[in-house]
T-cell receptor, first 114, second 113 residues
């Protein structure tokens, strides 16, 4: 079965510092991995995805994620955090047997302090 | 930029009542989905819909749930007889095809009393 885990409920970082939001996955076969962000009272917004190819994926708002097959991880990163990055971040994996199904992690609340 | 929209933003209903949650997917998208998020829990897949039929559903999506695309723009989720445990945020999503990312609406908060 496909699943993702986000080990941190919350990440705190100072503005201007680099940030990392962790995600590990468990899949049978090649993973199709995604990151979404949820701002208060808004739906999930797509940030980036890894399907195949380069392990470093660049996405919206300056975010990037690194796919690491040996560690089964897909951590979200940004070199310099902004206060406006404060939100809830979800990692997701697509079911390889049925592309229609996404499995989401439990979410990580990112707090960026000025 | 095109968006998925959902109405209402908040629905309060009594146990046993029927509710219909409405979504307008992005216009050129062909695949439609419903997810739910119980407060403090994960976002859970409910159902996917393509070519006017359900293509996949989860174990949560029992006989109390149904989906419909009544016209060319709306996509609805009906819960026939609501239970307290149906209280959650319900998200609609759409995608251009089954390989691309899904775009989510802002959600409908359903409260069953």
């Amino acid at each position: 079965a496909q699943s993702v885990a986000q080990p941190e409920d919350q990440v705190n970082v100072a503005e201007g510092n680099p940030l990392t939001v962790k995600c590990t996955y468990s899949v049978s076969g090649n993973p199709y991995l995604f990151w979404y962000v949820q701002y208060p009272n808004r739906g999930l917004q797509f940030l980036l995805k890894y399907i195949t190819g380069d392990n470093l994926v660049k996405g919206s708002y300056g975010f990037e994620a690194e796919f690491n097959k040996s560690q089964t991880s897909f951590h979200l990163k940004k070199p310099s955090a902004l206060v406006s990055d404060s939100a809830l971040y979800f990692c997701a994996v697509r079911d390889i047997n049925n592309f229609n199904k996404f499995y989401f992690g439990s979410g990580t609340k990112l707090n960026v302090k000025p | 930029e095109p968006e998925v929209t959902q109405t209402p933003s908040h629905q309060v209903t009594q146990m046993g009542q029927e509710v219909i949650l409405r979504c307008v997917p992005i216009s050129n998208h062909l695949y439609f989905y419903w997810y739910r998020q119980i407060l403090g829990q994960k976002v859970e897949f409910l159902v996917s819909f393509y070519n006017n039929e359900i293509s996949e559903k989860s174990e949560i999506f029992d006989d109390q749930f149904s989906v419909e695309r009544p016209d060319g723009s709306n996509f609805t989720l009906k819960i026939r007889s609501t239970k307290l445990e149906d209280s959650a945020m319900y998200f609609c999503a759409s995608s251009e095809n089954d390989f691309y990312e899904q775009y989510f609406g802002p959600g409908t908060r359903l409260t069953v009393t």
